[in-house]
């Protein structure tokens, strides 16, 4: 590792064996490109980003009604309840129709959420063909007690269908407050007990793994790991698909999306290069503008530093707006990307790291100060 002190406020850290790497691998792509037409390099470079960014991956929030399935909708979005755009929440039965929720950033990835199984318009036995299990990749069975003969049910024809599951006992928050008001309380006795009441519950199942969740208080018992394990256990394409739309909350989901996009800066800096019409401001380097603010666009709001994720931040955590912009200091979060803006950043960037070209920029991690 080596910092760089960038200004009073600013460390910058590199990983210098990752830099290395990545260097010697750009030029070898820089060589590749010198050789080919760049407007056929620069179209295949936006089409393979295009595609990486479009992978569709569906996720089916499914459990009997009332068990919390638009909550955690909401709550897997990183979105309140009376959000614009959240899942109706309620007492009373709520959702009575599949209801696709896609994500605020990133349209390709969609929750949907199912109505309870075994209500009148979708019984137990037809449930998985009337709500078309096949769009989906996976399926989340929640409840809020000990699963019942339906979710058991439900799982064994998921499993027949080939598709995998995963069951979430929610509203854990609740199980703790009242647990709390006796004498001889512990948290980790109680999570236990619900615990291997749940696996007890689930005769049937081969070694059921149960999530305890709340969909109010994230960050308490199994949220992370729930998201951790619906990451390692989706197909390799898919992985970066959900990396990108989990809530910031888990610093090892923030690691691996930092890794996951310093993986595709290269496609980056060779598109970019290869298309190049926009001249930097003093700076002797020309680039594909539209395709970075396209690339910083897309870093921004994966970090959830674009002005509505912010918002929406500060309305969950009750932290005010004004305190989570005090500490950000890219001139690029919180701010509209536009070439204009993002050219004069770049320019800037050269007084402070001595870039001298759009590689250098690129193919070391420097382009994560961009945010
Ligand atoms: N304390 C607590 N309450 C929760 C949690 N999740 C959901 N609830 C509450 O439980 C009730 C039902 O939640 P919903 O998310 O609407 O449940 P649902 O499964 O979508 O219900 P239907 O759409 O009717 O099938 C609401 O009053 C929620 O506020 C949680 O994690 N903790
Ligand atoms: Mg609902």
């Given at each position: 590792m080596k910092k760089v002190q960038l200004s009073p406020r600013c460390v910058f850290v590199q990983d210098v064996p990752d830099v290395a790497a990545a260097e010697k691998n750009v030029d070898r792509k820089r060589q590749a490109l010198q050789n080919k037409d760049p407007a056929a390099v620069a179209a295949k470079i936006q089409q393979h980003l295009e595609k990486q960014d479009n992978i569709p991956l569906n996720i089916a929030i499914t459990g009997e009604s009332g068990s919390g399935k638009s909550s955690f909708v909401n709550a897997f979005r990183g979105m309140s309840d009376d959000d614009e755009g959240a899942a109706p929440t309620g007492v009373k039965q709520t959702t009575s129709e599949v209801t696709p929720y896609p994500h605020p950033n990133y349209s390709s990835v969609t929750l949907w959420d199912l109505p309870g199984i075994g209500t009148t318009k979708f019984p137990a036995d037809k449930y998985l063909e009337l709500v078309g299990f096949e769009t989906f990749d996976f399926f989340i069975i929640i409840s809020d007690t000990r699963f019942r003969e339906n979710d058991v049910k439900l799982a064994q024809e998921i499993q027949r269908m080939k598709k995998k599951f995963y069951f979430v006992r929610s509203k854990i928050d609740n199980d703790i407050n009242a647990e709390r008001r006796k004498r001889d309380f512990s948290a980790e006795r109680t999570l236990?007990?619900?615990?291997?009441?749940?696996?007890?519950?689930?005769?049937?199942?081969?070694?059921?793994?149960?999530?305890?969740?709340?969909?109010?208080?994230?960050?308490?018992?199994?949220?992370?790991?729930?998201?951790?394990?619906?990451?390692?256990?989706?197909?390799?394409?898919?992985?970066?698909?959900?990396?990108?739309?989990?809530?910031?909350?888990?610093?090892?989901?923030?690691?691996?999306?930092?890794?996951?996009?310093?993986?595709?800066?290269?496609?980056?800096?060779?598109?970019?290069?290869?298309?190049?019409?926009?001249?930097?401001?003093?700076?002797?380097?020309?680039?594909?503008a539209a395709l970075l603010v396209d690339a910083v666009t897309h870093y921004v709001h994966a970090f959830g530093l674009d002005i509505p994720s912010l918002k929406r931040l500060s309305h969950r955590t009750g932290v005010p707006y004004t305190d989570l912009r005090a500490i950000i200091i890219s001139p690029l979060a919180a701010a509209e990307i536009t070439t204009e803006l993002l050219l004069k950043v770049m320019s800037q960037l050269e007084e402070l790291l001595n870039i001298s070209t759009l590689f250098d920029v690129m193919s070391s991690s420097k382009m994560f100060y961009l945010i």
């Open positions: 236990k007990v619900i615990r291997d009441d749940c696996v007890h519950s689930l005769q049937g199942i081969e070694s059921p793994r149960v999530f305890l969740v709340s969909s109010f208080k994230q960050h308490w018992c199994d949220f992370f790991l729930l998201q951790e394990t619906l990451e390692r256990e989706l197909p390799m394409k898919k992985r970066d698909a959900l990396l990108f739309v989990m809530p910031n909350f888990n610093p090892e989901i923030i690691i691996k999306r930092k890794k996951a996009f310093q993986s595709k800066l290269k496609y980056y800096a060779i598109g970019s290069a290869a298309g190049a019409h926009d001249q930097v401001p003093g700076l002797s380097i020309a680039v594909d």
